[in-house]
């Protein structure tokens, strides 16, 4: 079968899935920074037909189709029915039946696998999954006789033994009339999508597929896979990134983030990626071919990224007002009291004083934030930033040209204009804690005996670049030390965004950075 047919079913809610799909649909969920849908497709050819049943966040799948995946042949059925009594797969499924009077696969969009099995067409068959750590009651069950399938039972209590195995979510229907005429033997009030494979077993024989699937249809099982294929968890849920080989495309829950980023990318086309798009809660654009500059971590490229970024980025002069002072202080001060206060609310026993790192005292938010110079902090440099210039979001591309990706849509209520100082303390904080490196788990925490103990990631020519970079400061008449209270309040600003214990990390180690430079440390008792 050259071009084959597919249908998806992305209709349900994904409720096991819990806060995971509150905002986005469970096909958009993402490892390795591809979706699931994404790789669901990248296991057809190209050609094919792509049936996509769309309910629940249905509109957030067709865009996000359409603009991360172009060129490929989809058809979307809108399915209304998709939550409550007479929902289901079947439900879903049967309201595709019209583009599917012809030999189809079958997938559910929470399923994924390894093995090529578009080629296997000669029969109908069902893919198979054994483990004795699966519960039978929640998956329809495949009893079978070596490969043959003789018995399918829907979501019940089954004894496992070497017959039995579950069916994953994917299936090949060769013969479609046989399968849709077992629709019509049930009453419609909740159709199973057994009904069409039973039908097919009274007259022909459906085989088992024993099949390599991951499931991420449950909160564990996602959360599961998120480890084992990117070492931590890095996720947010209301903004997530996806990456393939021709497209990078971002989803926000809130779509005005994404007009705001367009709005400001379309201002500098010379730094940010060009040819970039936007639709509704996404933003596209082509892949870059490079690298971030976490591979090329050396005084070298850092000072040819610092005169890159004073010619091209904080290039224009903007005069300062006392409207950007008050955005400044409303931006460092009242964005970080409701930060911390919202870290409190979830970790209320982590703010004391008598916690101790590297043998001195970590005092309490409020006796650091007492000693610090808020209307100096707010006296910021306006300029055309990023902000969020870590060396995650810069590329040095193959053509040996620097490009920004992933610019802040704002700095407080101002929509183009930031403080340079925040550019240079992003700049200064992905140095401190090398963030490619966290991502991939080389971070621990551990308290004990109210002393806390942190392993941060650097590399070993970080001291050196530190160094350098703060010459650089200090050579062209910048504040170094605004710079670096900037960078610990931007670290106790990121606490609450991330999961234990990376957000534990940035709350400790940023209390402590700013002691240390604020010259609050003393020896614990």
């Not at 007259?203 to 024993?210: C, E």
């Given at each position: 079968?050259?071009?084959?047919t597919?249908?998806?079913?992305t209709?349900g809610t994904?409720?096991?899935l819990g806060?995971?799909t509150?905002?986005?649909?469970?096909?958009l969920?993402?490892?390795?920074?591809?979706s699931?849908?994404?790789k669901i497709?990248?296991?057809?050819?190209?050609?094919s037909?792509?049936?996509?049943?769309?309910?629940y966040?249905?509109k957030?799948?067709r865009?996000?189709i359409?603009?991360?995946h172009p060129d490929?042949?989809?058809k979307?059925?809108?399915?209304k029915?998709?939550?409550g009594?007479?929902?289901?797969?079947?439900?879903?499924?049967?309201?595709?039946k019209?583009y599917l009077?012809?030999?189809f696969f079958?997938?559910?969009?929470d399923?994924i696998?390894?093995?090529?099995?578009?080629?296997?067409?000669?029969?109908?068959w069902?893919?198979?999954?054994?483990?004795?750590?699966?519960?039978?009651?929640?998956?329809?069950?495949?009893i079978?006789?070596k490969?043959n399938i003789y018995?399918?039972?829907?979501?019940?209590r089954?004894?496992?033994t070497?017959?039995s195995?579950?069916f994953?979510?994917?299936?090949?229907?060769?013969n479609?009339?046989l399968?849709?005429?077992?629709?019509?033997?049930?009453?419609f009030a909740?159709?199973?999508?057994?009904?069409?494979?039973n039908?097919?077993?009274?007259?022909?024989?459906i085989?088992k597929?024993?099949i390599?699937?991951?499931?991420?249809?449950?909160?564990?099982n996602?959360e599961?896979?998120?480890i084992?294929?990117?070492?931590?968890?890095?996720n947010?849920?209301?903004q997530q990134?996806?990456?393939?080989k021709?497209?990078?495309?971002?989803?926000?829950?809130?779509k005005?983030i994404?007009?705001?980023?367009?709005?400001?990318?379309?201002?500098k086309?010379?730094?940010?990626?060009s040819?970039?798009?936007?639709k509704?809660?996404?933003?596209?654009?082509?892949?870059?071919?490079g690298?971030?500059?976490?591979n090329?971590?050396?005084?070298?490229?850092?000072k040819?990224l610092?005169?890159?970024?004073e010619?091209?980025?904080?290039?224009?002069?903007?005069k300062k007002?006392?409207?950007?002072?008050?955005i400044?202080?409303?931006?460092?001060?009242?964005?970080?009291?409701?930060?911390v206060r919202?870290?409190?609310?979830k970790?209320?026993?982590l703010?004391?004083n008598n916690?101790?790192?590297?043998?001195k005292r970590?005092l309490k938010i409020?006796?650091?934030?007492?000693?610090?110079?808020?209307?100096?902090?707010?006296?910021g440099?306006?300029k055309?930033i990023?902000?969020?210039?870590?060396?995650?979001?810069?590329?040095f591309t193959?053509?040996?040209k620097?490009?920004?990706i992933?610019?802040?849509?704002n700095?407080?209520?101002?929509?183009?204009?930031?403080?340079?100082?925040?550019?240079f303390?992003?700049?200064?904080g992905?140095?401190?804690?090398?963030?490619d490196l966290?991502k991939?788990?080389?971070?621990s925490l551990?308290?004990y005996?109210n002393?806390?103990?942190m392993?941060?990631?650097?590399?070993?020519?970080?001291?050196?670049l530190?160094n350098?970079?703060e010459?650089?400061?200090?050579?062209?008449?910048?504040n170094?030390?605004?710079v670096?209270i900037?960078t610990?309040?931007?670290?106790?600003?990121?606490?609450?965004?991330?999961?234990e214990?990376f957000?534990?990390?940035?709350?400790?180690?940023g209390?402590?950075?700013?002691q240390?430079n604020?010259g609050?440390l003393k020896?614990?008792?």
């Amino acid at each position: 079968m050259t071009n084959p047919t597919v249908c998806i079913l992305t209709s349900g809610t994904g409720s096991r899935l819990g806060f995971y799909t509150k905002k986005k649909n469970k096909s958009l969920l993402s490892l390795n920074k591809k979706s699931i849908i994404s790789k669901i497709f990248e296991n057809f050819p190209k050609n094919s037909e792509f049936i996509v049943s769309i309910g629940y966040k249905g509109k957030q799948v067709r865009d996000f189709i359409k603009i991360h995946h172009p060129d490929l042949n989809v058809k979307f059925v809108e399915v209304k029915n998709y939550r409550g009594k007479g929902s289901g797969p079947g439900t879903s499924l049967f309201k595709c039946k019209k583009y599917l009077q012809k030999s189809f696969f079958f997938v559910s969009c929470d399923t994924i696998w390894k093995k090529k099995i578009f080629n296997i067409t000669n029969f109908d068959w069902m893919g198979s999954y054994s483990s004795k750590k699966i519960n039978t009651k929640n998956f329809c069950n495949l009893i079978s006789n070596k490969n043959n399938i003789y018995k399918i039972i829907d979501k019940k209590r089954v004894k496992k033994t070497n017959n039995s195995s579950i069916f994953v979510g994917l299936a090949f229907i060769k013969n479609y009339k046989l399968f849709w005429e077992g629709f019509k033997t049930k009453s419609f009030a909740e159709p199973q999508v057994s009904l069409g494979f039973n039908n097919i077993l009274k007259r022909k024989v459906i085989k088992k597929i024993n099949i390599d699937w991951e499931d991420t249809g449950t909160k564990k099982n996602y959360e599961d896979l998120i480890i084992k294929y990117e070492k931590y968890n890095f996720n947010k849920d209301n903004q997530q990134i996806y990456i393939s080989k021709s497209k990078v495309t971002k989803y926000f829950a809130d779509k005005n983030i994404v007009n705001k980023i367009y709005n400001k990318g379309v201002l500098k086309k010379k730094i940010f990626p060009s040819n970039f798009i936007k639709k509704n809660n996404f933003i596209s654009y082509d892949y870059i071919e490079g690298s971030t500059l976490y591979n090329y971590y050396n005084k070298n490229s850092l000072k040819l990224l610092l005169n890159f970024l004073e010619n091209n980025l904080w290039n224009e002069k903007i005069k300062k007002s006392n409207s950007f002072k008050n955005i400044c202080r409303d931006f460092y001060f009242n964005k970080t009291i409701n930060r911390v206060r919202t870290f409190k609310k979830k970790y209320k026993y982590l703010d004391i004083n008598n916690l101790n790192f590297k043998k001195k005292r970590i005092l309490k938010i409020k006796d650091i934030f007492r000693k610090i110079d808020w209307n100096y902090i707010s006296d910021g440099t306006p300029k055309f930033i990023h902000g969020d210039l870590q060396f995650d979001n810069i590329l040095f591309t193959n053509n040996k040209k620097f490009k920004l990706i992933d610019w802040r849509p704002n700095f407080g209520k101002s929509n183009i204009i930031g403080d340079q100082y925040y550019d240079f303390a992003k700049l200064l904080g992905g140095l401190e804690i090398n963030y490619d490196l966290i991502k991939k788990n080389k971070f621990s925490l551990r308290l004990y005996n109210n002393n806390i103990f942190m392993k941060i990631p650097k590399r070993k020519k970080t001291k050196d670049l530190i160094n350098f970079f703060e010459n650089y400061l200090i050579k062209n008449g910048y504040n170094l030390l605004k710079v670096k209270i900037i960078t610990g309040l931007i670290f106790l600003n990121m606490s609450p965004l991330h999961k234990e214990p990376f957000d534990k990390l940035l709350f400790f180690f940023g209390k402590y950075y700013l002691q240390k430079n604020l010259g609050l440390l003393k020896n614990a008792n």
